[in-house]
């Protein structure tokens, strides 16, 4: 039970994240529609970051500082 709980704990704020995020590209895209679209795919490729990446290194520019 204790692994299961350890991987429920990184994965959970990795999500979290990354619909956070998701959210915050999808008003972005809305806002320019105009927008090319190598840099539409290239803006959702941070949410695939996120989502391939569920720890990160501690930062100070962090959103949740």
Same mark, same amino acid.
């Not at 039970?1 to 956070?20: G, H």
């Not at 998701?22 to 008003?27: E, H, L, N, Q, V």
């Not at 490729?45 to 996120?50: F, G, K, Q, S, W």
């Given at each position: 039970?204790? &692994? %299961?709980?350890? @991987?429920? *704990? /990184? =994965?959970?704020?990795? /999500?979290?994240?990354? &619909? *956070?995020l998701? @959210?915050? @590209?999808? @008003?972005l895209l809305l806002a320019f529609r105009?927008?090319?679209s190598a840099w539409r795919h290239a803006i959702w490729?941070?949410? #695939? =970051?996120?989502l391939l990446l569920? #720890? %990160?290194p501690e930062s100070s520019l962090s959103w949740r500082n």
């Open positions: 039970m204790n &692994a %299961l709980q350890e @991987i429920f *704990t /990184s =994965v959970f704020p990795a /999500s979290r994240d990354a &619909a *956070t998701t @959210i915050a @590209i999808g @008003i105009r927008l090319p490729l941070l949410v #695939v =970051v996120r569920p #720890v %990160l």
